[in-house]
């Protein structure tokens, strides 16, 4: 069957790029990264020189209204036959028209259980709000900041005497464990969208619940 074609647009060190380009790596996993999208000369781009994956830079400067960056994009993504597009760590907001083009078909990750703590330091404020989990959240992308119907979750604790950096590190290994799997059920096909809220067939089955701390 034909791979997904998928594009990861990314601003910085592209971790999870590498996780996505692992996980494309294995036989028989459903997508295929066809490009690397980049604002500036991201670090991450090296992932996907070393995957040998084309790669494009599409300087945000260059362009003095949003929607000509955004048209730019939409030309290279649509140029290269893409058919979703993963965001992950870009650091621009992308226009409604975009959006609304790419309407499931574009995705995002953010570090935190949406739809708590939405836009940035979301581990300072997990910490500070005193959570007892926070996580990852990957999502369609809507008009709004970090909204969108949820697609894939993963939960981590929050452990006394965590600092930012401590969950932060957590909560990025759950992303690289997240990310994959929201590619490959919407790549089988399995992930549907009705009344805003996802549906997924076929997904193995979680645990009843997560308690920290633990009894
Ligand atoms: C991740 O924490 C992601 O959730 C957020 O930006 C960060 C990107 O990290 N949207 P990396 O570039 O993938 O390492």
């Given at each position: 069957m034909a791979r997904l074609k998928t594009a990861v647009l990314i601003s910085g060190r592209g971790s999870n790029l590498e996780a996505l380009i692992a996980a494309c790596a294995k036989?028989?996993?459903?997508?295929?990264?066809a490009l690397v999208l980049a604002n500036r000369p991201a670090k991450g781009l090296d992932h996907a020189k070393r995957a040998k994956i084309p790669i494009k830079i599409v300087p945000h400067?260059?362009?003095?209204e949003r929607a000509d960056f955004d048209a730019a994009l939409d030309n290279a993504l649509s140029a290269a036959g893409i058919e979703l597009v993963c965001l992950a760590g870009f650091m621009r907001l992308l226009g409604s028209a975009f959006v609304r083009r790419w309407r499931d078909r574009l995705v995002n990750i953010h570090?935190?259980?949406?739809?708590?703590?939405?836009?940035?330091?979301t581990h300072a404020r997990a910490l500070k709000a005193g959570v007892r989990f926070t996580g990852c959240t990957v999502h369609f992308v809507r008009?709004?900041?970090?909204d969108g119907p949820i697609i894939v979750q993963a939960a981590v604790p929050v452990l006394q005497g965590d600092d930012e950096a401590d969950l932060a590190a957590r909560v990025l290994k759950a992303e690289h464990r997240a990310y994959p799997l929201a590619l490959r059920l919407i790549s089988e096909g399995c992930v549907t969208v009705a009344d805003e809220r996802v549906a997924i067939k076929g997904a193995a089955k979680p645990g009843p619940f997560l308690l920290n701390p633990s009894d």
């Amino acid at each position: 069957m034909a791979r997904l074609k998928t594009a990861v647009l990314i601003s910085g060190r592209g971790s999870n790029l590498e996780a996505l380009i692992a996980a494309c790596a294995k036989r028989g996993f459903p997508a295929e990264l066809a490009l690397v999208l980049a604002n500036r000369p991201a670090k991450g781009l090296d992932h996907a020189k070393r995957a040998k994956i084309p790669i494009k830079i599409v300087p945000h400067r260059d362009f003095a209204e949003r929607a000509d960056f955004d048209a730019a994009l939409d030309n290279a993504l649509s140029a290269a036959g893409i058919e979703l597009v993963c965001l992950a760590g870009f650091m621009r907001l992308l226009g409604s028209a975009f959006v609304r083009r790419w309407r499931d078909r574009l995705v995002n990750i953010h570090p935190s259980l949406l739809p708590a703590f939405p836009g940035l330091d979301t581990h300072a404020r997990a910490l500070k709000a005193g959570v007892r989990f926070t996580g990852c959240t990957v999502h369609f992308v809507r008009e709004g900041m970090d909204d969108g119907p949820i697609i894939v979750q993963a939960a981590v604790p929050v452990l006394q005497g965590d600092d930012e950096a401590d969950l932060a590190a957590r909560v990025l290994k759950a992303e690289h464990r997240a990310y994959p799997l929201a590619l490959r059920l919407i790549s089988e096909g399995c992930v549907t969208v009705a009344d805003e809220r996802v549906a997924i067939k076929g997904a193995a089955k979680p645990g009843p619940f997560l308690l920290n701390p633990s009894d």
